[in-house]
């Protein structure tokens, strides 16, 4: 168990630039989570996935942002035209779904974007 | 929808001493699960302590208990013996036991510094 992963650790770009992230849960999570977390505030649920089916997207994700988990395992964020307001931290979580509920989200580092 | 309430945006403790951080929340759910997590500086998110709703027992885990009063919609955490490790951020979040909507809703945090 490596734990879940996130690259790039670091992302500064310009404004109207598009940016990709990368999650990678921990192997054999079926369920797999984003977040956001601003400075100061505690994180806010974006999207998530079981397999590689999209289950739910937050209001908060808009047009610009689009999520993919395409077999099952890794999943991308990609943000496009980003403005400077979306400078956060983007966290990835992952779970081991099951017939009970409540399982724990395993956190990811982060990525660490700013919009300049 | 749920909301998650710090009251506490900061708090000092001493070593070795015990302190606890409030937590209060708002659902018309009666399933639900209860959680706090650490944020140490520069680091990644990691469970502290779980809590079922069902369970009248209070969950323990080593050095961190919590106080739940479900009538209260009350969710307290109790670090006995403080360690200068347990230096963080830390969040109360709250997750439903509705299928299909297991994202959790965290609060705002509370940033606990242990003086040497």
């Known amino acids: 168990d490596t734990g879940v992963s996130q690259d790039p650790r670091h992302k500064i770009t310009k404004r109207g630039q598009n940016v990709t992230f990368r999650c990678d849960p921990i192997s054999e999570h079926n369920r797999l989570y984003w977040y956001r977390q601003t400075l100061g505030q505690g994180p806010e649920f974006l999207t998530y996935f079981q397999n590689e089916a999209q289950l739910e997207k937050s209001r908060l994700l808009s047009d610009r942002f689009s999520a993919e988990r395409p077999k099952g395992s890794f999943s991308t964020l990609e943000i496009q035209r980003t403005e400077q307001g979306d400078s956060a931290m983007y966290l990835c979580?992952?779970?081991?779904?099951?017939?009970?509920?409540?399982?724990?989200?395993?956190f990811g580092p982060g990525t660490r974007l700013l919009v300049l | 929808a749920q909301t998650v309430t710090q009251s506490q945006p900061e708090m000092s403790v001493q070593e070795a001493e015990t302190v606890t951080l409030s937590c209060t929340y708002d659902?018309?759910?009666?399933?639900?699960?209860l959680f706090w997590y650490k944020q140490p500086p520069s680091r990644q998110m990691i469970l502290v302590i779980r809590?079922?709703?069902?369970?009248?027992q209070n969950a323990t885990e080593n050095r961190f208990s919590v106080n739940f009063q479900k009538a209260a919609k009350s969710f307290s955490l109790k670090i006995s013996d403080s360690q200068l490790g347990d230096t963080a951020m830390y969040f109360c979040?709250?997750?439903?036991?509705?299928?299909?909507?297991?994202?959790?809703?965290f609060g705002t945090g509370t940033r606990l510094t242990i003086i040497p």
């Open positions: 659902t018309s759910e009666n399933n639900y699960y």
């Open positions: 809590q079922e709703a069902y369970k009248q």
């Open positions: 979040a709250f997750m439903t036991a509705n299928f299909g909507n297991e994202k959790l809703t």
């Open positions: 979580a992952s779970s081991s779904h099951s017939r009970s509920r409540g399982e724990t989200q395993y």
